[in-house]
């Protein structure tokens, strides 16, 4: 039983159209995370939710716009794309902040042409 | 300047021989380090955290961390041809602890 899963795990789209990932946890973490990883490989945080509620927004563009219904899911959604967002976004877990273990899902790589 | 500092590698080994991983971090960053393994393709995944300066290991692998000069690394000993991966550093930031802080990954590379 996958810990923390992600789907779609490949979305190939074009520019301009908007998308969803989803992203649920069964570890029973209260913080959830979205990491985006660039083609030099770089992961860098996007959001991060503890609770529900949006602790970091690290300067993301407002096209990106994270939902947490309740403490297990955490999607992202991505209006009006763009060529720059293709990458690979990863979803991450933890118990209670940064400083225990995170569980990465498998990732979305997004392509946008 | 980037608060997590890796090299990228390739960092090229023998089968047995030991695997050396360096990080180095600006001094805004906290006192909680993890090594995480990621395979090509693959979602990372946690081999040690260190919290404290010294050693820690674990099986064949043994995180150092030197507080003082700001550096945290990743030794893998009997380096085996699974081990080859992406190695990435990361750190939690002094002004948050929701959130992770990677370097750029250092490519290890066990060569049979």
């Known amino acids: 039983d996958t810990a923390v899963s992600q789907t779609p795990k490949y979305l190939v789209t074009q520019m301009g159209n908007d998308k969803s990932i989803k992203c649920e946890q069964n570890l029973g973490h209260d913080t959830m995370y979205w990491y985006k990883q660039d083609s030099k490989k770089f992961l860098k945080i996007m959001f991060s939710y503890n609770n529900k509620e949006l602790i970091i927004n690290e300067t993301v563009p407002n096209r990106f716009s994270p939902k947490s219904p309740d403490k297990a899911h955490l999607n992202l959604h991505i209006n009006s794309l763009e060529l720059g967002d293709s990458a690979v976004y990863f979803c991450?877990?933890?118990?209670?902040?940064?400083?225990?273990?995170?569980?990465f899902g498998q990732g979305t790589r997004l392509t946008v042409v | 300047q980037k608060e997590v500092e890796q090299n990228s590698g390739p960092l090229s080994v023998p089968e047995g021989a030991i695997a050396s991983l360096n990080c180095t971090y600006s001094d805004r960053v906290s006192q909680s380090f993890f090594w995480y393994r990621q395979y090509s393709g693959k979602s990372p995944e946690l081999i040690m955290s260190i919290y404290s300066n010294g050693d820690k290991e674990d099986g064949r692998f043994t995180a150092q961390l030197n507080k003082a000069s700001q550096y945290v690394s990743l030794l893998i000993r009997d380096s085996q041809p699974s081990d080859s991966a992406t190695y990435l550093c990361?750190?939690?930031?002094?002004?948050?602890?929701?959130?992770?802080?990677f370097g750029s990954g250092t490519r290890l590379l066990v060569r049979p």
């Open positions: 990361a750190v939690n930031p002094l002004d948050s602890s929701y959130k992770l802080i």
């Open positions: 991450a877990s933890t118990q209670g902040g940064g400083v225990t273990e995170a569980f």
